[in-house]
């Protein structure tokens, strides 16, 4: 049982590429998210999507962009990387029926550098 | 300014004891909470939760309590095993649980010694 996978689990960029995070889950849930987690703070919310072709902003989206064209996968992709978006990423799926639980992904550790 | 707080980044308990692991909130309007542990490398997987209508909800080992008057919930862990080593968050929505909603605490790594 895959549950949710991201892709990739490292990642090292330069400042300025361009990259992007890949996340897929086998659950059929239609609400799927994304967050980072930093030292010192909780885990905050960048974007998330009730369903296929339909993405809105959480409480972090500034050079962050995703799309939702099927149910299965969320990719984050960031623009130009920079310093301040070093972080792990977690993708998550959620299962309306259960009571909103959420599903993470294993996380992705990113450094720009 | 964080809504949401753990205090103790920090926490660690014998073996067979209690481990209690609090979580402090400062929006009123919060009516749904829920605590999430964390392995190493892993994920956050659910745990247990709590609507605002109840101030008790246990689930074999772990229970949690809720004071809304003081805006505060606590974790409890009994009895506590090495396994349940871990960083454990709390979060909060005033939405009824809406995801798009919870704010999540900073988290506290429970160590459990044999």
């Known amino acids: 049982n895959a549950g949710v996978t991201q892709t990739p689990k490292f990642q090292v960029l330069k400042t300025g590429q361009s990259m992007t995070l890949q996340c897929a889950q086998d659950?059929?849930?239609?609400?799927m998210s994304w967050y980072r987690q930093d030292p010192g703070m909780g885990l905050r919310l960048i974007h998330y999507?009730?369903?296929?072709?339909?993405?809105d902003q959480g409480e972090v989206p500034n050079g962050y962009n995703v799309s939702r064209s099927t149910t299965e996968d969320f990719p984050l992709r960031l623009l130009s990387a920079a310093p301040s978006q070093t972080s792990v990423y977690f993708c998550?799926?959620?299962?309306?029926?259960?009571?909103?639980?959420?599903?993470f992904g294993e996380g992705s550790w990113l450094t720009v550098v | 300014d964080q809504q949401v707080k753990q205090n103790s980044p920090s926490l660690s308990v014998q073996e067979g004891r209690i481990s209690i692991l609090n979580c402090d909130y400062t929006?009123?309007?919060?009516?749904?909470f829920l605590w999430y542990k964390k392995y190493p490398a892993e994920g956050p997987t659910f745990l247990i939760s709590?609507?605002?209508?109840?101030d008790k909800n246990e689930d074999g080992r772990f229970t949690v309590f809720l004071n809304k008057s003081a805006k505060h919930l606590s974790l409890h862990i009994v009895p506590s095993q090495p396994g349940d080593s871990a960083v454990y968050f709390c979060?909060?929505?005033?939405?009824?649980?809406?995801?798009?909603?919870?704010?999540f605490g900073t988290g506290t790594l429970l160590a459990v010694q044999p």
């Open positions: 929006n009123s309007m919060f009516d749904y």
């Open positions: 659950m059929n849930h239609e609400y």
């Open positions: 709590i609507s605002s209508i109840k």
């Open positions: 999507s009730v369903g296929a072709g339909i993405t």
């Open positions: 979060a909060a929505s005033d939405y009824g649980g809406a995801t798009n909603k919870l704010i």
């Open positions: 998550a799926s959620v299962d309306r029926a259960a009571g909103n639980t959420i599903y």
